[in-house]
């Protein structure tokens, strides 16, 4: 009877008279918990009074069953939660090895139990049952200190093997530059050598002595034409690639916006006549078709923002064809793509850039122009024609190129009121002026305008002068390139440009024979974004700041 009365307080051990403790507490373990609760006063069942026959064990309210599921769920999630990637010791009923069957942690049955000591009398050990819990517990706790300890260390260890670069301590940050400002490189050359020769692509060879700040870059001459320069094959080039890039290092085609719009004809007029080879994709062949004719183009004059966008735009619209089409209707949509980016980025944008650069044309108003820029003709012309304003126009130009006196002959023929002046006078002509109006080579991502080269000086005298600067440039001209000067990547003309006959003689001539003697032709220089006041696009008026934010929804959008 006392056995079984044992059995029913949940304090029944094993034959061999060790305690049977689960990982997810036994039979007996919740029994003798409960029967602690039971105990009146707080007394512990191993201080109680045995239980006489007969009798059955105290049941428990409705709040302690609720406080001991509590306390059960609080039990499993700790130990979930203390599980880590070392095993924990196997306790009692769990097997060490895993190819070993588990022990059932909750018996079905009670196996007959030998007579032994209540948990108030102690075993042949000497040591209670209370006692052998609180030793469990503790060497427990101990296994757990030791992991948090090692976790510890590896974490120190691994913070000590790869420290963290404060702040002051440069991080070294390989950065891919481009080919045409690596000219006084060897190894850069050799590669370039390398890739054209693959590409079955003449090198073209640099012209004279360049300033030492702008050895790095390209200075090519336009005395000899390119095909006696370099030979070209004709069985890679595509012939009007190669008229293209004759046109391009002669100066006959000039500006951004005339150098895309020839370069997507051209590559219409390719696309055209392209054939996929058997046993190949379109989409993998005409991207390495395009290769050699842009290495070629770029041998001839290098490439400027607006073409390197659009040539861009033109292989991701090759990546994205379905193999499902045929080549017949691949090309018909190629040639579609290129024509609607030629009218959307191209032709529909100067005419909303005319329309919003119109509300900031007054009557009577001075106007200050520098170069040729087609987009700032169409907007003074569409002003005066169309809109009706009447107003004056200052073209300011500079050598060697004179482009003002294209612009110069354009407004004139609209019947527009003009002043010529060379770059050294706007200071004299300035203080008339109500506003400069001028055009974009490229918008870099840090607000800094790229165009030709006197831009910046033209923009730092009229921020002397209070007179607001304004610039026309159309999105596909944004490039995610950053510049805060005009050394690490521009363009070099051909030097012997500068050369003036007066009189029939040449103040510089055999200047390439005198060798402390060099001579600087620059394309373009870059203004900072302090000194222009608004950029009028296509997507409306702007601050130079919020060039980033352009880029970064064209990329979403792309």
């Known amino acids: 009877m006392r056995r079984a009365a044992d059995v029913m307080a949940g304090h029944a051990e094993p034959a061999g008279g060790t305690a049977l403790r689960p990982a ?26 045995p239980v006489p026959a007969g009798a059955q064990a105290p049941e428990l309210s409705r709040e302690e069953k609720l406080q001991l599921r509590k306390e059960k769920k609080q039990q499993k999630k700790k130990k979930r939660s203390e599980k880590g990637p070392a095993a924990e010791p196997p306790e009692l009923g769990t097997p060490s090895d895993p190819g070993q069957p588990r022990v059932a942690a909750y018996p079905t049955s ?22 052998l819990r609180a030793e469990r517990r503790a060497k427990q ?3 757990r200190a030791q992991k948090q300890a090692k976790k510890a260390e590896l974490s120190q260890a691994a913070t000590t093997a790869k420290p963290r ?24 050359q050799r590669k370039l050598a390398k890739k054209l020769e693959r590409q079955q692509v003449p090198l073209r060879q640099d012209y004279g002595t360049k300033v ?7 200075q090519y001459s336009r005395k000899k034409p390119l095909t006696q320069q370099m030979s070209i094959p004709s069985m890679v080039i595509h012939p009007a690639v190669v008229r293209l890039g004759l046109q391009y290092s002669q100066g006959i085609i000039n500006g951004s916006n005339a150098r895309c719009i020839a370069l997507l004809e051209v590559f219409k007029q390719l696309i055209q006549d392209y054939s996929t080879p058997p046993n190949e994709e379109l989409s993998r062949d005409l991207v390495a078709k395009l290769k050699p004719h842009i290495s070629f183009l770029n041998q001839c004059r290098p490439l400027s923002a607006s073409m390197g966008n659009a040539i861009k735009f033109l292989k991701k619209e090759i990546s994205c064809l379905p193999d499902t089409l045929r080549e017949e209707e691949a090309k018909e949509k190629l040639q579609d793509a290129i024509s609607k980016y030629l009218r959307e980025k191209i032709l529909l944008a100067a005419e909303a850039i005319s329309r919003s650069a119109f509300e900031k044309i007054n009557n009577n108003d001075v106007i200050l122009v520098y170069g040729c820029s087609s987009l700032v003709n169409r907007t003074l012309c569409d002003a005066h024609v169309k809109k009706g ?41 300035l203080p008339e002026v109500s506003k400069v109006l001028l055009g974009a080579h490229a918008l870099l991502a840090n607000g800094s305008v790229m165009s030709r080269v006197g831009t910046s000086q033209i923009a730092l005298v009229s921020k002397a002068y209070n007179v607001p600067v304004l610039v026309c440039c159309e999105t596909y001209k944004f490039c995610e390139r950053v510049q805060t000067d005009s050394f690490v990547s521009n363009e070099l003309d051909d030097p012997d440009d500068l050369i003036v006959l007066r009189k029939g003689q040449a103040q510089l001539g055999g200047w ?9 032709n ?22 130079c700041t919020s060039v980033p934010v352009v880029l970064r929804v064209k990329n979403v959008d792309q």
């Open 141 to 143: 706790e101990a296994e």
């Open 389 to 429: 304003r009447a107003f004056r126009v200052i073209v300011v130009d500079s050598r060697p190129r004179l482009e003002g006196r294209e612009t110069l002959r354009r407004l004139v023929r609209k019947g527009i009121h003009c002043t010529y002046v060379m770059i050294n006078a706007i200071s004299y002509v």
């Open 24 to 49: 997810g507490g036994t039979v007996g373990g919740r029994a003798g918990a409960m029967a602690e609760r039971a105990a009146p006063g707080g007394v512990r069942p191993e201080a109680a009074a």
């Open 212 to 218: 030492n700040l702008f050895s790095h870059l390209h």
């Open 512 to 520: 390439a024979e005198n060798k402390s003697l060099r001579l600087l």
């Open 165 to 188: 670069l404060t702040p002051t301590e440069p991080q070294s940050v390989v950065k891919r530059l481009p080919e045409h400002v690596q000219v006084d490189d060897p190894a850069a």
């Open 522 to 543: 620059l394309v373009y220089d870059v203004t900072p974004p302090d000194l222009v006041d608004l950029v009028i696009t296509d997507l409306g008026m702007i601050p």
């Open 110 to 131: 009670l196996p007959a139990l030998a007579d032994g000591p209540n948990d108030g009398e102690k075993p042949a050990g000497g040591k209670s049952k209370a006692e």
